[in-house]
């Protein structure tokens, strides 16, 4: 299925009209650029993927931000997606980035549609990563993500695992990207 993706700029201007605030926007450009780095080192091992996707994917992953700033952005950002009839894949990366992924049971007792919200393909997995990797506009080591979710989730929450096996999973494919990755 070969889907129309908007072009980065139409994606920002996406953002703009839609309410997000000038510091969500530059998350979502510094979440992009990262995961571009990520799926280009991907590409270089020899791996298929689309990085148009995966920094359009980026771009508008926290589009739900505009409306809301609880777990439920991520559902309120693919309702605004699917009403811009925006591509599957795209709603897609918007709606499993939150955390690790967020599974069917977890989702009912958060008060969320009730379906699994875990990335699948390879580009969802670099845009939920990277976005992990990305405190405001700056790329922190994993460890702070995990550090934080532990601080606010609990240590034995089901997010704090998924996150590591996101990270065990990636980290192979991407190298160390963060010491050459610039928020441009």
Do not use: W
């Not at 069917?104 to 969320?112: F, H, I, N, P, Q």
């Amino acid at each position: 299925m070969n889907e129309t993706l908007p072009t980065s700029e139409t994606s920002l201007n996406i953002l703009y009209e839609s309410g997000c605030s000038k510091r969500v926007i530059a998350h979502c450009i510094a979440v992009s650029a990262l995961s571009v780095n990520f799926a280009k080192a991907c590409q270089k091992k020899g791996l298929k993927l689309d990085v148009n996707l995966v920094e359009i994917g980026a771009l508008l992953h926290d589009i739900g931000r505009s409306k809301s700033h609880g777990i439920n952005h991520a559902i309120i950002g693919g309702q605004i997606a699917k009403s811009l009839n925006l591509p599957k894949s795209i709603v897609s990366i918007i709606e499993c980035h939150i955390g690790g992924g967020i599974s069917s049971d977890e989702a009912k007792r958060l008060g969320l549609p009730i379906k699994d919200y875990f990335p699948v393909t390879l580009e969802e997995k670099i845009v939920t990563y990277a976005d992990k990797l990305v405190e405001k506009a700056k790329v922190v080591p994993i460890e702070n993500t995990i550090t934080k979710f532990s601080r606010e989730l609990g240590v034995d929450h089901p997010a704090i695992d998924r996150i590591i096996r996101l990270h065990e999973e990636l980290s192979p494919l991407i190298g160390d990207l963060n010491a050459n990755s610039h928020n441009s």
